[in-house]
């Protein structure tokens, strides 16, 4: 492990969690768009507060589980699995049910 291992870890969480409120502000500023086929803010909304809410149990289930690497690799990949499934079926799902048959 490195000596600088810390500070990495620190850097990485810190850019993406700018990268994460930049999106929850998009998604706060378009929420009123006139265009129905543009207007899924809500689902954009609920998206990111998914990704933020696994994100945090993540990092911090790795961090109590540190010593046992398999466990904390299998819990890991399921939030990632679950977040992306979650995130693609928020914003896709509600589009595709909408089309006409």
Known sequence: MSHRMTTFVFVIYAYKGILMAFGAFLAW???????????DSKYVGMSVYNVVL???????????????????????SFF???????????????????LPL
Not at 56 to 76: E, H, K
Not at 80 to 98: E, G, M, Q, R
């Open 54 to 76: 696994m994100c945090i149990m993540g990092a911090a289930i790795s961090f109590v589980l540190s010593d046992q690497q398999d466990v904390s690799f299998i819990i890991i």
């Open 29 to 39: 500023e378009t929420r009123h768009v006139s265009i129905p086929a543009l207007n």
């Open 80 to 98: 990632i699995i679950f977040c992306t499934t979650a995130t693609l079926c928020l914003v896709f799902v509600p589009k595709v049910s909408s």
